[in-house]
């Protein structure tokens, strides 16, 4: 029972290392009931293990794979030679951040289901978005200079697609390295994607002070580092305004004190093809309890 179900909540554990039932189920469009059953079956087998969330009420829990877990996960993913059984043989040290980073994305997953025709084309995990943008220096070696929390590719329909870079930010980084993750960004970008000024960087934090801090700086490398060139756009977001306000009341902070909700901002075109399945809107057979 549950074997496809199973096997899809395995995979994207592998990909996004923590979810709760909830953010499970709105990822992968199955019934809460679905979710909550097949994971007491993957526990019993094994494979995945329970963390509290001791940041959320109610004792919230949410679950991540174990080393036995992962090796499978990793099989069906097509990654048995890169493996490392160890990485997974802990539980995940940063519970707050895997946490904050995945419900942004399911928060829009669950804002792009009464849309017709809305939603992820693609969500890459952390390790996907920094494979996009691996670099190979002078020696020969891979950098990956840019390593978003989250890559979003997110079809708005008949309209265009919009395409950001999230960077979910708990105040445990100064701001110095949150300048260098910007400079990477303004070089890299670029680059990288030809209508860049369409393309987005998404920084959510959880300290009110950071978003004014966010764009003071990235105002004085556009003036100073890349005076002239074409970049992406830099928005900021303090989480509380993002959670009470939802996705299409709250504002964020741009340049040039610009403040915009997240469906306002600039598209990039719609892709040549826009038929594959968006995350949360996949076709599921009905259980025969709900069959009529």
């Not at 001791?54 to 030679?81: I, M, Q, T, W």
């Not at 994607?193 to 990235?218: G, Y």
Request: with cysteine.
């Amino acid at each position: 029972m549950y074997y496809t179900a199973k096997k899809e909540m395995m995979m994207a554990l592998y990909r996004y290392t923590l979810l709760t039932a909830e953010q499970g189920a709105a990822l992968l469009n199955y019934r809460i009931k679905t979710v909550y059953s097949m994971v007491a079956q993957l526990r019993a087998e094994g494979v995945i293990r329970s963390i509290l969330l001791p940041f959320l009420r109610n004792h919230h829990v949410g679950y991540c794979l174990s080393a036995k877990g992962a090796r499978a996960a990793a099989s069906l993913c097509g990654d048995e030679e890169t493996f490392r059984a160890k990485a997974w043989e802990d539980d995940p040290v940063q519970l707050e951040h895997y946490y904050g980073t995945n419900r942004f994305f399911t928060d829009l997953i669950h804002h792009s289901l009464p849309i017709s025709g809305d939603g992820f084309m693609e969500w890459l995990d952390p390790r996907e978005a920094a494979d996009r943008y691996v670099q190979v220096n002078a020696s020969g070696r891979k950098t990956r200079p840019v390593k978003p929390d989250g890559f979003g590719s997110y079809l708005r329909s008949g309209r265009g697609r919009l395409v950001f870079h999230l960077e979910y930010d708990t105040g445990t980084e100064n701001l110095w390295r949150l300048k260098d993750k910007l400079f990477n960004y303004g070089r890299l970008l670029p680059a990288i994607w030809p209508q860049v000024e369409a393309v987005h960087v998404l920084f959510v934090t959880k300290i009110a002070s950071r978003p004014k801090a966010l764009l003071d700086i990235w105002e004085v490398l556009q003036k100073e580092t890349f005076s002239g060139d074409h970049l992406p756009n830099v928005w900021a977001i303090h989480e509380t305004e993002w959670k009470e306000r939802g996705v299409d009341r709250a504002l964020w902070w741009g340049s040039e004190e610009r403040r915009l909700c997240l469906m306002d901002l600039p598209l990039l075109p719609l892709p040549p093809d826009t038929t594959a399945p968006i995350l949360g809107k996949q076709l599921r057979e009905s259980s025969p309890m709900y069959r009529r």
